[in-house]
C-alpha cells in the first residue's frame, strides 16, 4: 500500500531549506560587505583579509541572525553551512594544487620535509606530555578515556589548516620567495599527515558498538574504495584533458558546458572520501597538482575558479570561523583551554621549526615566525574536532574552547606575515640579484613581456635555452600586452568578444592574443616547461611599466626579459612600429629590481635560427634535414669589453652554455698597444708552503679567469679576444658576426672602456641598449643573429659619458 503524503509536513520542509538558504547568503553577504569595511583600516599594516573577514564573522555571529527566520533554529552554526564550507575547502584545494609552483616545490622539499617532521613530533610529544593534566578540565564527567584525549589532543596541536596558509601567503605576494614556499609546503604537508591520523583515529572509534552497522573492515574497505576511484579518476584526467584540448586547439578557453562538466566532476571527484567520512582534502590537492596545466582547459578553470574563490567563498570560508563563537557560552572554563591550547600549540612548532632551522643553519628570528604561521588551525579543525565532542571524548566546553584557539592563532598569524612580507621586499629591493653571484645550480625565476604573436617565439625558445633543467625550473611567466580594442575591455572581455562573436575555428585566425596562448601551449608540450601566460592590456608605456613593476614584486624574477621596439622587416631592415615601446623599455630600464635584458629578434635570417622553434622540434627537424649531423647546437656568442653590465652578459650566457645544445664563445676585445699584464692590478700572497699566488682585484679580470677556469679548461666553451686600434675597429668586429651566430649576448654598457667607444656616440637610441647592442641590433644583413642586450641591476642611470673624438689625420 503506498504511502500517504504529508503535504503540510513536505511545506515546512520546504520552508526549512529556502529559509536556511537565505540565511546563508544574507550572512555571505553582510560578511563580505563588513570584511571589506574592516580591511580598508588594516591594509595600510600589511595585513591579511582574512583577519578582517574573521572580525567580521565575529560580529555577524554576534546579531543572531538565524533567531530572526522563521524556520532556522540551530545549536551551532556549522549545522547550517558545514556542507558548503566543505565545497569550498575541495575547490580551493585544488585551485592550490592547479596553481602550485611544482618544480619549485620540489626544489625546496628537503627543508619541507624536515620542517614538518619536527614540527608535527614535537607537537605529538608535547600534547602527549601534557594531556594527563588537562584531563580533568575538557573531558565529560562519566567517560574515563585518557588514552582518546590524549590522541585527539595530539593530532589538534599537531594540525595546520592548509587553506589558511596558503590563501595568506597568496595574497601577500610570498608563494614566490623561499620562505612563502616553505611554510604553503609544510602546511600542506602538516595537514595531510593528521588528516591520514585523524582518519584512522575515526575508523578505530567508529569501529566500535557506538555505530550501529559499522565495523572496523567495512569502514577501512570503503575507505581504500574511495582512494582507488580517487586514483582511478587522476589517471584518467591527462588523456580526459587531452582530448579536451585537441578539441578546442588555437582557443583562449573552453566552451561553458564542457567548463561545467570539469567543475562538477572536480566536485564529485573530491567528495568520494567524504561519502564515507573521511576528509576530502588530498584528493583534491592530489587532483590540482596531477590536472595538466597546458592548453585552454587550464586557462578556463583557473579563470572560472579566481574570482569565485577569492572574493565570494573564501571571505565567508574565513567569516564562517567567526560567527561559530558565541558570547553568551563565554567563561573561564573556555577562555582559560583556549589560550592554553594556543600556547601549547604555539611551543611545540615553534620548538620543532627552531630545532629544524638548527640543523638547517637558518636563522632562530624565522624559525620562530615559521612556528607562529605554522601554528593556524583554521577551520576546517573544528570541524574535525566536533567528531570528539560528539563521541564525547571531550565535553562540548572543550569544542569552544578549540573554535577560541583557532581565532586567536589566526589572527596573531596576521602581524606575522606582515613582517614576513616586509622582510622579504626589503631583502629582494637590497640584494644586488646579479647572476654573476648566483650559484651555477640556483634556480633563476624569469618574467618575460611580449607584445604579439610575431614576437613569441623568439623569446620562449630563449627561455627554454636558460632552462637548461625544465623539471627543476620553476613556472616561467610570459606577460603579453595586447591592443585594447576599447576602453575598459581586459583579457576576459576581450576573448569572450572575440571567440563568441566568430565560429570558434574562425576566430582562431583573427584573435592575435589566442594565437600567443597557442604559441605558449606548443612551447609547454614540446619543452616540458611550466609557462603561465597573462593577458594586460597595452595602455601606454607609464601604465605598462607599472603593469611590469606589479608582476615583477608578485613573481620576483632573478631576470626580466623584453623584447626590442623593433621588429625586422623581410629585406633584413629594423622597423619601429610602436614609439611607446621603446619609451617603456627605457622607463623599465631604470626601475627594475633585477636584471633586464632587451632581446632584439631577428625571424628571418637567411642561414636560418634556432629562436623560433623549441630545441627538441628544431633539432628533430634540422637532423632529419642533414642527415649527415650527429648534432644540431645554437652558436652563441658573447661580447666583452668591461664593466658589470659585460660581466652580467657573460654570466648570462654561461647559463645558456648549460644546454647541451648550445655552443658559446666569449669574444673579449682589447687594445693593441695594451697588455693584460700592464692593465692588472694584482697582489702577491705568499701561502703557508712558500709559493706565491696572485689576487687579482679588477673584477673584470677575474671574470673572465672563472670563466676560463670553468668552461674553456673544461671545453664546455670557447674563448677568443679581438685587438682593436680604434673604435671603428670595434665596429668591424662586431659586423663580423654576421652569419656566425645565432645570438650575440652583450651588456647595456655606460662604465666600459672609452678607449673603446669613443666616436661610437653617433647610433641616437645607444641609450636604451648601448652602442654595443646598438651597434648589433641595427645591422641590416640578414645572416645577423638575434641580439640580447644585458643590465645589471645596479646600474646608475645610464650616460655614455665619452671624451671628444680625435681629429682624423689629413692622409
Not at 588528516?195 to 572496523?216: D, H, L, Q, W, Y
Not at 562540548?396 to 606575515?417: C, H, K, R
Not at 629594423?574 to 630600464?589: A, H, P
Amino acid at each position: 500500500m503506498a504511502r500517504r503524503i504529508d503535504c503540510d509536513s513536505d511545506s515546512t520542509v520546504q520552508n526549512v531549506a529556502l529559509d536556511t538558504l537565505f540565511l546563508i547568503v544574507f550572512q555571505s553577504a553582510v560578511v563580505i560587505a563588513l570584511g571589506k569595511f574592516i580591511h580598508l583600516g588594516l591594509r595600510r599594516h600589511n595585513l591579511p583579509s582574512a583577519t578582517s573577514q574573521i572580525l567580521a564573522g565575529i560580529v555577524v555571529g554576534s546579531l543572531g541572525l538565524h533567531d530572526v527566520i522563521v524556520h532556522v533554529d540551530v545549536e551551532n552554526a556549522e549545522d547550517t553551512y558545514g556542507q558548503y564550507v566543505s565545497e569550498v575547502r575541495i575547490f580551493y584545494m585544488f585551485y592550490v594544487g592547479l596553481e602550485a609552483d611544482v618544480a619549485a616545490l620540489w626544489n625546496d622539499i628537503r627543508r619541507a620535509t624536515i620542517f614538518t617532521y619536527a614540527s608535527v613530533a614535537t607537537c605529538l610529544l608535547l600534547a602527549a606530555f601534557v594531556s594527563g593534566g588537562m584531563y580533568g578540565s575538557m573531558m565529560h564527567t562519566p567517560v574515563r578515556s585518557p588514552e582518546l584525549l590524549a590522541a585527539v589532543l595530539m593530532l589538534s596541536l599537531a594540525d595546520t589548516a592548509s587553506v589558511d596558509v596558503s590563501r595568506m601567503a597568496g595574497e601577500m605576494g610570498l608563494a614566490a620567495t623561499p620562505s612563502g614556499r616553505l611554510v604553503v609546503a609544510t602546511a600542506i604537508a602538516t595537514n595531510i599527515i593528521c588528516i591520514v591520523g585523524e582518519g584512522v583515529f575515526s575508523c578505530m572509534k567508529m569501529a566500535s558498538s557506538r555505530t550501529p552497522g559499522t565495523s572496523a573492515p567495512q569502514r577501512l574497505g570503503l575507505g581504500i574504495l574511495a582512494l582507488l576511484k580517487a586514483g582511478v579518476a587522476v589517471l584518467l584526467l591527462r588523456p580526459v584533458v587531452g582530448f579536451i584540448n585537441r578539441r578546442n586547439a588555437g582557443r583562449h578557453r573552453v566552451g561553458n558546458w564542457e567548463l561545467l562538466l570539469l567543475l562538477v566532476a572536480v566536485s564529485y571527484i573530491g567528495n568520494f572520501p567524504q561519502r564515507v567520512g573521511f576528509d576530502g582534502m588530498p584528493v583534491s590537492l592530489l587532483l590540482g597538482l596531477a590536472f595538466p596545466r597546458e592548453g585552454p582547459v587550464a586557462r578556463s578553470v583557473m579563470d572560472a575558479l579566481a574570482y569565485p574563490l577569492h572574493a565570494l567563498a573564501l571571505p565567508f570560508y574565513f567569516g564562517a570561523m567567526g560567527m561559530r563563537l558565541n558570547f553568551s557560552a563565554m567563561s573561564g572554563a573556555i577562555l582559560v583551554p583556549a589560550i592554553l591550547l594556543t600556547l601549547l600549540g604555539l611551543i611545540g612548532k615553534c620548538l620543532g621549526t627552531m630545532g629544524a632551522a638548527r640543523f638547517l643553519k637558518m636563522p632562530a628570528a624565522d624559525a620562530l615566525r615559521f612556528g607562529v604561521l605554522l601554528n593556524l588551525k583554521g577551520h576546517v579543525n573544528m570541524i574535525d574536532m566536533s567528531f570528539a565532542s560528539s563521541e564525547g571524548i571531550w565535553a562540548e566546553q572543550a569544542l569552544m574552547a578549540m573554535v577560541v584557539g583557532s581565532m586567536i592563532s589566526t589572527i596573531m598569524a596576521g602581524p606575522v606575515f606582515a613582517v614576513v612580507f616586509r622582510k622579504e621586499k626589503e631583502a629582494y629591493e637590497c640584494s644586488r640579484q646579479a647572476l654573476e653571484r648566483m650559484a651555477p645550480d640556483q634556480e633563476l625565476r624569469m618574467l618575460a613581456c611580449v607584445h604579439g604573436a610575431r614576437g613569441t617565439p623568439g623569446m620562449l625558445c630563449l627561455l627554454e635555452l636558460l632552462a637548461s633543467k625544465p623539471r627543476a625550473q620553476p613556472a616561467i611567466h610570459v606577460l603579453h600586452f595586447f591592443d585594447v580594442a576599447r576602453k575598459h575591455a581586459g583579457p576576459k572581455q576581450y576573448h569572450g568578444r572575440i571567440q563568441d562573436s566568430e565560429h570558434k575555428h574562425m576566430s582562431r585566425r583573427k584573435d592575435a592574443t589566442t594565437q600567443v596562448n597557442w604559441a605558449v601551449d606548443v612551447f609547454t608540450c614540446a619543452t616540458d616547461l611550466v609557462i603561465r601566460q597573462v593577458d594586460a592590456g597595452d595602455r601606454g608605456s607609464a601604465v605598462n611599466a607599472k603593469t611590469v613593476g606589479r608582476w615583477t614584486e608578485n613573481v620576483r624574477p632573478g631576470i626580466l626579459l623584453l623584447p626590442y621596439h623593433k621588429e625586422q622587416h623581410y629585406d633584413g631592415t629594423m622597423v619601429c612600429r610602436r614609439e611607446d615601446r621603446r619609451q617603456l623599455n627605457v622607463e623599465v630600464l631604470e626601475r627594475a629590481p633585477c636584471t633586464t635584458a632587451i632581446l632584439a629578434d631577428r625571424p628571418f635570417r637567411r642561414s636560418g635560427t634556432s629562436f623560433q622553434l623549441p630545441t627538441k622540434i628544431s633539432t628533430s627537424t634540422e637532423a632529419a634535414e642533414n642527415q649527415g649531423d650527429e648534432k644540431v647546437t645554437t652558436h652563441v656568442a658573447a661580447v666583452f669589453l668591461g664593466g658589470p653590465d659585460d660581466r652580467e652578459a657573460v654570466a648570462l650566457a654561461c647559463r645558456l652554455a648549460k644546454n647541451e645544445s648550445v655552443c658559446l664563445t666569449v669574444v673579449r676585445f682589447v687594445l693593441r698597444e695594451k697588455t693584460h699584464e700592464h692593465d692588472r692590478v694584482a697582489t702577491a700572497i705568499p701561502d703557508v708552503d712558500g709559493e706565491v699566488s696572485v689576487v687579482v682585484h679588477d673584477p673584470d679580470e677575474v671574470c673572465m679567469w672563472a670563466f676560463q677556469r670553468e668552461y674553456v679548461a673544461k671545453e664546455r666553451a670557447a674563448y677568443a679576444e679581438k685587438a682593436v686600434t680604434v673604435p671603428m675597429d670595434v665596429v668591424e668586429a662586431l659586423r663580423g658576426f654576421a652569419g656566425e651566430y645565432a645570438l650575440v649576448v652583450a651588456g647595456r654598457g655606460g662604465r666600459q672602456p672609452a678607449e673603446l667607444l669613443v666616436g661610437l656616440e653617433g647610433w641616437a637610441e645607444c641609450a636604451q641598449v648601448g652602442p654595443v647592442g646598438e651597434i648589433l641590433a641595427s645591422d641590416q644583413s640578414l645572416d645577423m643573429g638575434s641580439v640580447l642586450v644585458v643590465q645589471q641591476k645596479t646600474a646608475p642611470p645610464f650616460h655614455l659619458n665619452l671624451p671628444a673624438a680625435a681629429p682624423t689625420p689629413a692622409t
